[in-house]
């Protein structure tokens, strides 16, 4: 039995203005937004429907980087509440605005694997999608289980043709010596 392919499924309009809050052409800070997703599978697919948006602004967060972010408490706690009231899954999304590849940087991997179990344990498991975008890519990650190891995403469906990840940050998840990251 192969593993189950999951996707996100957004508008093509939503898509527009979320890489645009996310990349701003005058900005060179790390940008963020949250969507809260309703789940449904559809044959061997596991499909995440877009319901809402929240583009952070920058009172929302604690640090706001070039390459770093931290949210406020009051940020997490609102999205925590929104994703349940939603009964939603939550789909993290945050840039890296140099000119690199898409890929989650370390300190986004030890973030990820210190918020996603807490976040998944106060949203009653369901699962949890990361995606860092660049400004010519974006890599994705879906937890959908206990294991801390993510799935992939297969892509987000805007329109033909799938938008498909780099999936450049799939390994060392269950690398032994992970506590280094």
């Not at 590849?101 to 918020?115: I, K, M, Q, V, Y």
């Not at 949890?128 to 890519?137: F, G, R, T």
Request: glycine share 6%; proline share 8%; hydrophobic share 45%.
């Amino acid at each position: 039995m192969s593993a189950p392919r999951h996707v996100l499924q957004m508008p093509a309009r939503l898509y527009r203005l979320l890489w645009a809050h996310l990349l701003p052409q005058e900005n060179r800070r790390e940008q963020a937004a949250f969507l809260f997703c309703s789940m449904r599978t559809d044959g061997d697919q596991t499909v995440y429907d877009v319901r809402e948006a929240r583009f952070l602004k920058e009172g929302d967060f604690a640090v706001q980087a070039g390459d770093y972010l931290e949210l406020t408490d009051e940020t997490r706690i609102a999205i925590i509440k929104r994703a349940h009231a939603l009964g939603a899954c939550v789909a993290e999304f945050h840039s890296h605005p140099g000119p690199f590849p898409a890929a989650f940087s370390l300190s986004d991997r030890h973030g990820l694997s210190e918020t996603v179990p807490q976040m998944r344990w106060r949203l009653g498991q369901r699962p949890y999608l990361a995606v860092v975008v660049a400004p010519q890519d974006f890599d994705a990650l879906v937890f959908a289980d206990d294991t801390g190891i993510p799935a992939p995403l297969a892509g987000i469906v805007v329109a033909d043709p799938l938008q498909t990840p780099t999936n450049a940050s799939l390994g060392g998840w269950n690398d032994p010596n992970r506590d280094a990251i």
